[in-house]
């Protein structure tokens, strides 16, 4: 006779488990603890089988007619459901989560990127927590969008970076084949306005010396100062190794730069003498500015911990208007450009690849002409901070 819920709901357990049938061979197993799990108990090429369709209640009398159904028309079809079963169960424990994509998107990919380890943290900060122990397969371009609007009610542009790091990370994954497809397409990014924040002659100075006052790791300060000098990018300043520098030289090597030149930056004296502080904290370690961190005590600073330095001390330093590591490099430029330098040199001094034709015809080294543009810029800055100016009276020609 077939069951009914209330007979099923009134199932009490025995000292050993025991099975009701309800008809073609689904049945009701209690367990002694009380545990009611539906089964079907069928014969498949003659031999006798049993496999677990789910648990009452969460599996209703009715669910359980339906998995049943679908099983025995797979077993009247030469399909074993129990086996299929058994295999899905075995692949899903095998499937990656998403901590398990992570780790293998950095080791096939993300560690041979200059952004690698800064890409990975956007990850483990936001994404990680919220994801590590879920199958990679089973995130849904939903979870990414709730994830994205969290993030991004705190830090609109973090947001944005993020999103681009799981488009490439899930991209990675239907590549190896780990998921069928990407969840993160067909998300929109928010488009950003560029950054125009240049420090003022006032803030230079605030920076400046607010820099000694501020209770931040020495060698931070110099890379921002370095930065400010040399008009380079955060990270290019943060990497620096003591193999780099030659002279009044510093060879940045292609795999270190974002357009993939090597780029020769001229060190004039206040860059050298901010290398040469940097030499007592470095501690005859590899990186001109050498991480405080007892635990990473061989790696270099980190750009994050540059911005959160600034975030920290701007308005101990004076400063009342927000600004990042980036945009002293901005500042550098813009001042390039208010002293005479010409745009093609200005570019050059940053690292900037020419466009056009000029980037397949023209292949100038223009080292004199950087070297120039940067000791006019030192020198524009000694006058704005109030120091002595280097070579007083030489005359350089900027054009």
């Given at each position: 006779?077939?069951l009914?819920?209330?007979?099923v709901?009134?199932l009490?357990?025995?000292e050993?488990?025991f099975?009701v049938?309800?008809?073609k061979?689904?049945a009701?197993?209690?367990?002694p603890?009380?545990?009611k799990?539906?089964?079907f108990?069928?014969?498949f090429e003659?031999?006798?089988r ?7 209640p969460?599996m209703?009398l009715?669910?359980?007619?339906e998995?049943?159904?679908k099983a025995?028309?797979?077993?009247e079809?030469g399909?074993d ?10 692949a899903?424990k095998a ?5 398990d994509?992570?780790e293998?998107?950095w080791?096939?990919?993300?560690k ?5 380890p ?13 994801w590590r122990t879920?199958k990679a ?5 939903r979870?990414i969008?709730?994830?994205?609007d969290e ?16 488009a490439?990370?899930?991209n ?6 780990i998921?069928?497809?990407s ?8 488009s ?5 924040r240049?420090?003022?002659?006032d803030?230079?100075?605030c920076?400046w010396?607010g820099?000694d006052?501020a ?7 110099l890379?921002l ?12 300043v943060t990497?620096?190794?003591w193999?780099?520098v030659?002279g ?5 090597p292609?795999?270190r730069?974002?357009?993939?030149q090597a ?10 003498e901010?290398i040469e ?20 005590r061989?790696?270099s ?9 600034v975030?920290?001390h701007?308005v101990e330093?004076g400063i009342t208007?927000h ?7 901005r500042?550098?430029r813009?001042?390039l450009a ?11 001094v ?9 980037k ?19 020198n ?7 120091l002595e ?10 054009r």
């Open positions: 006779m077939a009914t819920d209330l007979q709901k009134r009490v357990p025995r050993s488990r099975e049938l309800d008809g061979g689904l009701v197993r209690v367990a603890t009380g545990t799990t539906w089964i108990r069928y014969l003659g031999t006798p049993r496999m677990s369709l789910g648990k009452y969460s209703t009715a669910e359980a007619r998995a049943h159904g025995l028309a797979d077993v079809r399909i459901p129990g086996a299929v079963a058994t295999d899905a169960k075995r899903r499937a990656p989560t998403f901590h994509l992570l293998e998107f080791t096939r990919e993300l041979a990127t200059k952004s690698g800064e890409r990975k943290r956007l990850v483990e900060k936001d994404a990680l927590p919220a879920r397969k089973d995130i849904t371009r979870d969008v709730v994830l994205m993030v991004r009610d705190r830090a609109p542009i973090t947001a944005n970076r993020l999103l681009g790091v799981l490439r990370m899930f990675f994954a239907a590549e190896r084949g998921i069928e497809n969840p993160a397409t067909h998300i929109r990014r928010p950003e306005a560029p950054r125009v240049v420090l003022t002659d803030e230079l100075r920076f010396f820099l006052k209770d931040m790791y020495p060698a931070t300060r890379v100062r370095m930065i400010l000098l040399t008009g380079q990018r955060p990270g290019e990497g620096m190794t193999g780099e030659e009044e030289w510093w060879n940045i292609a795999t730069m974002k357009g993939g780029h020769r930056v001229p060190l004039t004296p206040l860059s050298l901010v502080q940097a030499r007592r904290y470095s501690g005859g370690r590899p990186f001109v500015f050498a991480s405080s961190q007892q635990a990473t061989s790696a600073i980190t750009v994050h911990s540059l911005s959160r330095g975030l920290r701007r330093m208007e600004y990042t590591p980036h945009d002293l490099r500042t550098c813009t001042r208010e002293i005479g330098v010409d745009d093609v040199v200005a570019e050059k940053l690292g900037h690849q020419l466009q056009g034709i000029l397949v015809y023209n292949r100038h080294s223009y080292d004199t002409e950087k070297r120039a543009a940067l000791l006019a810029w030192e524009r800055l000694r006058r704005i901070l109030g100016i280097e070579g007083a009276g030489k005359v350089i020609n900027l």
